[in-house]
T-cell receptor, first 114, second 116 residues
């Protein structure tokens, strides 16, 4: 069965801290995505990738870096975390076929920046 | 860019009553976008509820239905009789057809609370 896992599930850091969120998919999908979910804003796309070494900019990329090291692994990096980055983060994957492909989501990482 | 607008905030419905969550969209591609409804239950990630990739068609799943109306650019989610287990957050989304800008766009989500 398709699976997307995220770690950690919960993270607390301080302003200026360095945070890495990890995502792994075992779906053999080409596309992977990072979103943030905030009340009043819904799901917003941060970065996405269509293969190892590839990175595409999403709608809210400021303050975030991402790296796709393998087809399975996609990382989101916050090098100088700020309280405005407190959010629920979701990773997803899809095979991207024709744009009509379903996205499979991980369970989410709740990040708190104090 | 693309945008999705759906019923905002929380919707409260009594069990066995009908439900409609409105969704309208705007897409920049020449062709028609693909349309989706996702659902997120507490403590879980989003999962696909239904999708329709052909204008004029209807999708259905778990008693929910949505019809792709290209004239009205709408994709409203309906259910004739809700259950308490339907309480969740529902997201309308679109993605561009082949050749378009393949970057998915989500609405803000609608929280459904079903009272027994």
């Amino acid at each position: 069965e398709a699976a997307v896992t995220q770690s950690p599930r919960n993270k607390v850091t301080v302003t200026g801290g360095n945070v890495t969120l990890s995502c792994r998919q075992t779906n053999s999908h080409n596309y992977m995505y990072w979103y943030r979910q905030d009340t009043g804003h819904g799901l917003r796309l941060i970065h996405y990738s269509y293969g190892a070494g590839n990175l595409q900019i999403g709608d809210v990329p400021d303050g975030y870096k991402a790296t796709r090291t393998t087809q399975e692994d996609f990382f989101l990096l916050l090098e100088l975390a700020s309280p405005s980055q407190t959010s629920l983060y979701f990773c997803a994957s899809s095979d991207g076929t024709g744009g009509g492909a379903e996205q499979f989501f991980g369970p989410g990482t709740r990040l708190t920046v104090l | 860019g693309d945008s999705v607008t759906q019923t905002e905030g929380q919707v409260t419905v009594s069990e066995s009553k009908s439900l409609i969550i409105n969704c309208t969209y705007s897409a920049t591609s020449i062709g028609y976008p693909n349309l989706f409804w996702y659902v997120r239950y507490p403590g879980e990630g989003l999962q696909l509820l239904l999708k329709v990739i052909t204008a004029g068609q209807k999708g259905s799943s778990r008693g929910f239905e949505a019809t792709y109306n290209k004239e009205a650019t709408s994709f409203h989610l309906q259910k004739a009789s809700v259950q308490e287990s339907d309480s969740a957050v529902y997201y309308c989304a679109l993605s561009e057809p082949p050749g378009g800008n393949y970057k998915p766009t989500f609405g803000k989500g609608t929280s459904l609370v079903v009272h027994p």
